[in-house]
């Protein structure tokens, strides 16, 4: 067997079995499903929570709010609001709406209680009172105009508008796109490469300073190239990466598939029930609202399979050759240390081009056609992170061409380098080292 | 015959030359001690026979071929820095760096069962390294530097770190591989070592070679004709009737007798002395003081460091 399989497989091997390793990829998707799972529970739970609100109405509107879904309002006339306050005690009121004299003109009114009262509830409150005096003041004025028809007339301006986001294609096809999931798709597959590059990016690093401080990396030398040593154990440590990353996808969809089905079987069964027709399914419901399901048809307008394998492909291709850009540094960080509280000083100029990288990201999901989006996803340092946040806005061939030639190029000459560094630094033991010391290294022949 | 060969190897780092020139020659079947003060260039020209860091410029045979990176098949290294993977298991490690130099598995495992088997270690296997104790993890060390039979093996300061015992066993195991014709450098600064086990000796100091030869040579060549000797009798008799080609060094007198140390100049033979000795006293004692390496050491090394002030 190939000695650099051999290497690849014992890194790979002694990582995949670590505890450490299989708490986090067995418990993460257990927490994103848990999150998950509290989300759709706040969602269900504000459903259905009754409220009742005691109003106290010094105005001259009557009954300006009516009771509605899960919220009762309850009018107290002829009661003050001292004893008012009291009845939030003793009738359980939620909250006191307090509607003043002076309602028309000064257009506010008052919410008490004694926790901190719900968005909905105040915003339900304030629409309904806002509602009853546009209809006020509308009514007046079709009185004063006198003008047959004048209501419906009004009715018919309103308006309402849906802006679609259509995007010419390469060769002239118009596809119908959505910029909100264009620019959730390019960040999340910007800032998963972001993690991964950091996670095990110090792997590497530390696995070389674990030789190094065993003292067995001579002996592992007498056997093979450092080179090989290094590129066994940046691939070991990707193939770790990747494993995990593909578990926790697997794990997360099982997860909230099987979760859904044995939590919410009111909607399995009704889906079931009504699986012989697509519209059935889709009038179902499935506690989808008419928005969500705008954007789903969106969705699948935007995602041919063209355009998810090309964007997938990006994503593998950018995914691994950022990682094989920056582990090579990582493992000449490494090398260059003794123990972990050293690599400080070295960590800078590795760290801030992929923090920044992440910072320019966030700018050019905004603008991804400007100069900086340009120079980000051409740079190879950063090109990794921001052009995938281009990827899915669409980017001209030739940029795209350039910029996996630049990071292919660097990375081949980042590892010549990060290699001689690596070799000269796994023996140097108990030294200090300086950037001086480490150009020193980079002219030393074999 | 030479098993190994370097000859003519400089090898210079920014700012300082680690080795200026050096040449050495390893008979087959014999331990070559390479011998030499700390940063005197023994662990990089230890580290280019193993191909981990090549020389400026100079040529290497291995059993008369030039030196090719198959070789490290055949070669067994000990470093002077060693360690295993703490969070390793016995058995896995070693089969791990067994299969990096080269052997097959099945092949690995077997051989270090034997060899676990030996040192009766066996329940060691599914421990990991850092349940061990230093001297333990030393054991499997060895064992997994000469697992795959090498024809060279090379030792830097293999006795540092372990204890008599053990270091007796070790010395043993070294002795044994010889005399089944492996060919052994043995680097150390512990000249006590070298006289137990050496055949060959090469003195590197200060990046060059000063010192070079068969154990017993060296020996003979550093004699000092000193010798130490112990009587009943009167000195002054004996004083009076010793040649001017004898010095007395030093004279104590003890309870019994009387000893004197004699430097024997311009080519007087111990039994010239003891034909001298003999007529005037009784003789006790009559012992030729050989230097030892170390003292041989340390006077090599002070010689080129006063040669090299002169410069």
């Known amino acids: ?446 | 015959m030479a098993f190994f060969e370097a000859k003519n190897i400089i090898k210079q780092y920014a700012g300082h030359t680690a080795l200026s020139g050096v040449s050495i020659s390893v008979p087959e079947g014999s331990i070559f001690g390479l011998l030499g003060p700390n940063g005197a260039g023994k662990t990089t020209l230890i580290r280019i026979i193993n191909q981990i860091t090549g020389p400026d410029s100079g040529e290497i045979f291995f059993n008369g071929e030039p030196l090719k990176p198959e070789h490290v098949h055949h070669i067994g290294y000990l470093p002077e820095e060693r360690g295993l993977y703490k969070k390793m298991k016995v058995g896995e490690q070693s089969i791990y760096l067994a299969q990096l130099k080269g052997m097959s598995k099945q092949d690995a495992t077997a051989k270090l069962q034997a060899w676990f088997k030996k040192f009766d270690i066996l329940e060691w296997w599914d421990k990991k390294v850092e349940e061990l104790s230093k001297g333990m993890a030393q054991k499997i060390q060895f064992i997994t530097t000469i697992l795959h039979e090498p024809k060279l093996l090379i030792f830097d300061e293999p006795f540092s770190g372990f204890d008599p015992i053990n270091a007796n066993l070790l010395k043993k195991e070294i002795l044994e591989l010889r005399d089944k014709g492996c060919t052994i450098i043995f680097s150390t600064h512990n000249m006590g070592s070298v006289e137990e086990i050496c055949d060959h000796i090469a003195l590197i100091h200060k990046s060059e070679k000063i010192l070079d030869g068969s154990f017993e040579d060296i020996k003979k060549q550093y004699r000092t004709h000193t010798y130490t000797i112990s009587f009943n009798g009167e000195l002054e008799k004996l004083k009076a009737n010793l040649s001017d080609d004898i010095e007395i060094m030093e004279h104590q007198s003890g309870k019994e007798f009387e000893s004197l140390k004699l430097k024997l100049n311009n080519g007087t033979s111990s039994n010239d002395l003891l034909s001298q000795i003999l007529p005037h006293v009784e003789l006790v004692s009559f012992n030729e003081i050989i230097p030892s390496m170390n003292d041989i050491f340390i006077r090599v090394v002070n010689e080129k460091n006063l040669s090299l002030d002169m410069e």
């Open chain 1, 1 to 446: 067997m190939n000695k650099i399989l051999i290497i690849i497989q014992r890194e790979y091997l002694s990582r995949v079995k670590k505890k450490s390793f299989l708490l986090l990829t067995f418990l993460t998707p257990i927490l994103i499903a848990g999150i998950y799972a509290f989300m759709i529970w706040m969602m269900m739970k504000d459903d259905t929570e009754k409220r009742t609100i005691g109003v106290i109405n010094e105005s001259e509107l009557v009954e300006p709010v009516q009771s509605k879904d899960y919220t009762t309002f309850e009018y107290l006339p002829n009661t003050s609001f001292e004893e008012a306050k009291k009845m939030l005690d003793t009738k359980g009121y939620y909250a006191l709406l307090k509607i003043p004299k002076d309602i028309m003109e000064s257009q506010s009114a008052e919410l008490f209680s004694f926790k901190q009262v719900t968005m909905e509830v105040k915003s339900e409150a304030g629409s309904q009172i806002r509602n009853y005096i546009e209809g006020i003041k509308r009514s007046k004025i079709i009185a004063e105009a006198n003008m047959p028809d004048l209501e419906q007339k009004l009715a018919e301006t309103k308006t309402p508008i849906s802006v679609k986001t259509i995007k010419f294609g390469e060769d002239g096809e118009v596809k119908e796109s959505s910029t909100e999931i264009a620019m959730g798709l390019g960040f999340a597959m910007s800032f998963i490469i972001y993690m991964f590059i950091f996670m095990y990016g110090v792997q590497v690093m530390r696995g070389v300073i674990e030789e190094k401080s065993n003292r067995i990396i001579e002996v592992i030398i007498s056997s093979v190239k450092p080179f090989q040593l290094m590129m066994g154990k940046i691939v070991g440590v990707a193939m770790v990466g990747l494993t995990q990353f593909l578990m926790w996808v697997i794990l997360t969809g099982a997860i909230i598939t099987i979760g859904s089905a044995i939590f919410l079987p009111g909607l399995d069964s009704e889906t079931i029930q009504h699986a012989s027709s697509v519209s059935d399914l889709q009038s179902a419901g499935q506690g989808i609202n008419q928005a969500q399901l705008d954007m789903m048809h969106e969705v699948l307008g935007t995602f041919d399979m063209g355009y998810i394998f090309s964007i997938l492909g990006a994503f593998v291709f950018f995914f691994l050759a950022g990682y094989l850009l920056y582990s090579a540094l990582f493992a000449a960080v490494g090398s260059a240390v003794d123990n972990e509280t050293e690599t400080q000083q070295f960590m800078l100029p590795i760290s801030l081009p992929l923090v920044l990288a992440l910072y320019i990201g966030m700018a050019v999901a905004k603008n991804p056609e400007g100069s900086l989006a340009f120079w980000g996803s051409i740079i190879p340092l950063t090109s990794p992170i921001v052009m995938l946040v281009r990827i899915p806005y669409g980017v001209p061939v030739w940029e795209l061409l350039l910029s996996m030639t630049l990071l292919v190029a660097s990375f081949i000459f980042v590892t010549w380098v990060a290699a001689k560094i690596y070799r000269t630094g796994i023996l140097m033991y108990g030294k200090k080292v300086s950037y001086k010391e480490i150009w020193k290294w980079l002219r030393y022949h074999r």
